[in-house]
């Protein structure tokens, strides 16, 4: 994709995310002041979402953390609409400037002083007596988990139509590079270059099954099928779990579209913000100053 400077910016604010909306506008306001077309608009207004979607855009902001930048991405991705986040949430890892220093930064935007970091993205689509059922587009990962009960399941992972593996753990994730520093990294398994194009297998709580987690080559193509007697469901991205049936099957691929995200950092950048996170996890450091998370004094 070629580097130039945004004319027509749509500006994604997540519109449960205090003060989201109003960094957006004040974006918006600059971003015509220095001669651009921006639209500020919440995530889920239908009339900004068709826009995007339309292609109407060659750049979009996300306001928010983490998951609106994957709520944003799924409606970029599709259209090749660059994606650039400013973090108003708590963690915003994928983000790449803040609510702090977005003024001092955007000026590389218009000046073209920015490079482009494509982001795998996985194709997913469940199968049912053999028949292909809804296709996901996925930009974190597929996870293969049980449901309601607290019971493991057995699941079987097939590459590229041959049987590799069993698991009788409480689920199964696939994940891009992006994915892996997400539920995958909660999980135990490894940290993955944003650069590379590999799928991630890592089980969850496995029990006296396969432990250890397993990189496929570019552009393998893996099969999770279901082999259980009480509730198993698939969630793309954190989204709301669908239910499967004992015998489902859900095919994971590379996808043929990237994500695109603006980064002004060099590439350094991503171990050294990884570093920074996990040595000071800001989700924690927010709950250990809520006095509301304390137990009562009467049964400490």
Partial sequence: MTIKPPQK???????????AMEVAQEVSAYL???GLSAQAGSLYD???RSAVQAGEFDLAIAFGGD?????????????????LGINIGHFGFLAELSRENWREVLPRLMAGEFRYEERMMLSACCIRDGEQQTRFDVINDVVVAR???VRPIEVEAYLN??????????????ATPTGSTAYALAAGGPILPPEIRNILLMPVAPHLSVDRAVVLSEGASVVIKVRTKHEAVVSIDGQDPIHLENGDGVRINAHKKSLFMV?????GYFYRN?????EKNPLISIKSNDKSNEFPKNIQ
């Avoid at 910016?9 to 003060?19: D, K, S, T």
């Avoid at 998951?67 to 994606?83: K, Q």
């Avoid at 990884?274 to 996990?278: D, E, I, K, N």
């Fill in 274 to 278: 990884l570093t920074a996170y996990m």
């Fill in 147 to 149: 449901g309601q009960y």
């Fill in 67 to 83: 998951g609106t930048m994957l709520r944003a991405g799924h409606l970029c991705a599709p259209v090749d609409i660059p994606l």
């Fill in 161 to 174: 139509g041959a049987y590799i593996a069993s698991y009788v753990a409480d689920g199964l994730i696939a």
């Fill in 263 to 267: 980064r002004f950092e060099d590439p």
């Fill in 46 to 48: 239908q009339e900004l």
């Fill in 32 to 34: 015509h002041d220095e």
């Fill in 9 to 19: 910016v749509a500006m994604l604010a997540h519109p449960n995310i205090p003060h």
